[in-house]
């Protein structure tokens, strides 16, 4: 599996849903001290991550985060954790870990599902600018 720097975490995100590369281009705006690293589940590393962990993308195929000690967060907590990270005051969103993970869940499932609908698909992966790059794993 791809080695993370111990002090980072990565983001496993479809790279072909538009809804998906926005939050990705979102996190990279707003993550100033570049804390996220980022991996679309299609490349290599997504891949090694997917194999690795025994995800089944058919149940969980939109954004997984990934912490070396802590391991996979999936849905609703994974995009919470990663808001918290943001800084203020996008970190407040912190306050939703109050709803029940399972209506969260919902709601997120419920907007992953209807994605491609309503935010479209990409033919290909994003692919990163050169100064971005290295905030990429491939």
Not at 43 to 72: C, E, F, H, V
Not at 77 to 91: E, H, R
Not at 98 to 103: A, D, G, K, L, Q
Request: charged share 20%.
């Amino acid at each position: 599996m791809t080695i993370l720097p111990q002090n980072n975490k990565l983001i496993l995100f479809d790279g072909v849903c538009n809804l998906c590369n926005g939050a990705v281009r979102y996190v990279i705006r707003h993550d100033k001290k570049e804390f996220f690293m980022f991996a679309a589940m299609q490349s290599n590393a997504g891949q090694d991550l997917i194999n690795t962990y025994i995800i089944d993308t058919r149940k969980t195929d939109s954004i997984i985060l990934y912490t070396p000690k802590q391991g996979i967060t999936y849905k609703s907590t994974a995009v919470l954790k990663i808001m918290s990270k943001l800084g203020f005051p996008i970190n407040l969103s912190v306050i939703f870990f109050i709803v029940p993970e399972f209506i969260r869940n919902w709601i997120y499932d419920f907007v992953a599902r209807n994605r491609y609908k309503w935010f479209g698909k990409q033919e290909t992966c994003m692919v990163p600018t050169p100064k971005l790059k290295r905030r990429f794993l491939e």
